[in-house]
Every structure is written in structure tokens, then in C-alpha cells.
T-cell receptor
Framework: NAGVTQTPKFQVLKTGQSMTLQCAQD?????MSWYRQDPGMGLRLIHY???????DQGEVPNGYNVSRSTTEDFPLRLLSAAPSQTSVYFC????????????FGSGTQLSVL | DAKTTQPTSMDCAEGRAANLPCNHS???????VYWYRQIHSQGPQYIIH???NNETNEMASLIITEDRKSSTLILPHATLRDTAVYYC??????????????FGPGTRLSVLP
């Protein structure tokens, strides 16, 4: 059982470039979310989804877009990368509302030059 | 969500019990205490959660004081693989996902040989 899979593991971008961080889960979880982790800041919620076709903003959504066309996939798009988006990104999923065990992916380390 | 306070770092000898404290003096009656941990370069991992009764699973035990203002996560026989950052989180179980888990700086536990 693969759980939550994130790709790529590492990425270097130049300022202004765009890219998509991929996240897929094979547990049929309703809820998926994206966090970023910066030194000394803990994890901060970017966007989340409570089901296919439903997304909403978290604490730090600016500069990021998401979509949820299937239950399994929840990609995070950076339309015009900025150095402030240099961070480690984690995708997480859980079974549904009220079920609190979050499963996290292994992370994507992104550097924007 | 109630604010939590954890020590910045702790050391524990391998094979001994690791006791990680968490203060949450403003916790409400319907708020749960959750523990996650993050091993270096990996995504956070769920450990345990509880409301008022002590809880135990295959990973750890959670002891919540009678007034619920503090709790202790116990790793009964710490190993080198338990070296990680441990996060104590307090939140209502059934609240909207828009107000999500708040991962603070946590406690960095070092298990020493």
C-alpha cells in the first residue's frame, strides 16, 4: 500500500517559472491538503480539499493554485515561482471529516533562485 | 484551538522511557490532544490522540492530567529511531477542515546511545 505519494522529491526553479507538485493517495481518502514547512515556522496549511471538485484556501494560499478532479490526486501549482516559495512541501490526506489521523507524503524540497 | 507549550528540546538514553510534556492550560472541554512526530526529512507521522482518558497504542502512551491542562507522551523504551521532532496539537475533532491542525515548533527529542 503506497499511501501518499509526492513527486518530485527535489526541484530547483528560476524566479518566474511555473511547475506542478504532484500528490496522489491510494487510500480512497476524502480529505487532502498541502502544507509548507519553513525553518522555525512549523507546518502551515496552503490549500485543502474535502472531496473531488471541492477546494478551499488555508493559512498561506497566495501564489498557489490547486484542483481536485479525482479523489486520488491533488496537484499544487506554482504559476510564477518566487524565492519566498523556497520551502519543503508536504501533502496529507485523511479519511474524512472528523477522522483525524493525517497521512503525510515524504515531501518535496523546492528551491527558487 | 488551545495554544500548546512544549520544551524546545530533550535528550533521552536509549532503552529508557522518554516523557515529553505539553502544556495546554486553555484547552476546552471538547478539544482533543494529538501527538505527531517528524523524523528528519520525512513527513509528520500520527502517534496518538485522546480527550480525557489515558490512551495507549503500539507506539506510545498518552497521559492527560485530570484538569486536562497538560499531558505527557510516553515512549516506553526509546530507540535511536525515535529521534525526531514531536508535535503536541490541541483541536476540536469535528470542526471544519478550514481550521486545520496547527503544527508549532514542537520538541526535538534526541535519543542517545
Amino acid at each position: 500500500n503506497a499511501g501518499v505519494t509526492q513527486t518530485p522529491k527535489f526541484q530547483v526553479l528560476k524566479t518566474g517559472q511555473s511547475m506542478t507538485l504532484q500528490c496522489a493517495q491510494d487510500m480512497n481518502h476524502e480529505y487532502m491538503s498541502w502544507y509548507r514547512q519553513d525553518p522555525g515556522m512549523g507546518l502551515r496549511l496552503i490549500h485543502y480539499s474535502v472531496g473531488a471538485g471541492i477546494t478551499d484556501q488555508g493559512e498561506v494560499p497566495n501564489g498557489y493554485n490547486v484542483s481536485r478532479s479525482t479523489t486520488e490526486d491533488f496537484p499544487l501549482r506554482l504559476l510564477s515561482a518566487a524565492p519566498s516559495q523556497t520551502s519543503v512541501y508536504f501533502c496529507a490526506s485523511s479519511q474524512g471529516l472528523g477522522v483525524e489521523k493525517l497521512f503525510f507524503g515524504s515531501g518535496t524540497q523546492l528551491s527558487v533562485l | 484551538d488551545a495554544k500548546t507549550t512544549q520544551p524546545t528540546s530533550m535528550d533521552c538514553a536509549e532503552g529508557r522511557a522518554a516523557n515529553l510534556p505539553c502544556n495546554h492550560s486553555t484547552i476546552s472541554g471538547n478539544e482533543y490532544v494529538y501527538w505527531y512526530r517528524q523524523i528528519h526529512s520525512q513527513g509528520p507521522q500520527y502517534i496518538i490522540h485522546g480527550l480525557k482518558n489515558n490512551e495507549t497504542n503500539e507506539m506510545a502512551s498518552l497521559i492527560i492530567t485530570e484538569d486536562r491542562k497538560s499531558s505527557t507522551l510516553i515512549l516506553p523504551h526509546a530507540t535511536l529511531r525515535d529521534t525526531a521532532v514531536y508535535y503536541c496539537i490541541v483541536r476540536v475533532s469535528e470542526r471544519s477542515y478550514g481550521q486545520n491542525f496547527v503544527f508549532g515548533p514542537g520538541t526535538r527529542l534526541s535519543v542517545l546511545p
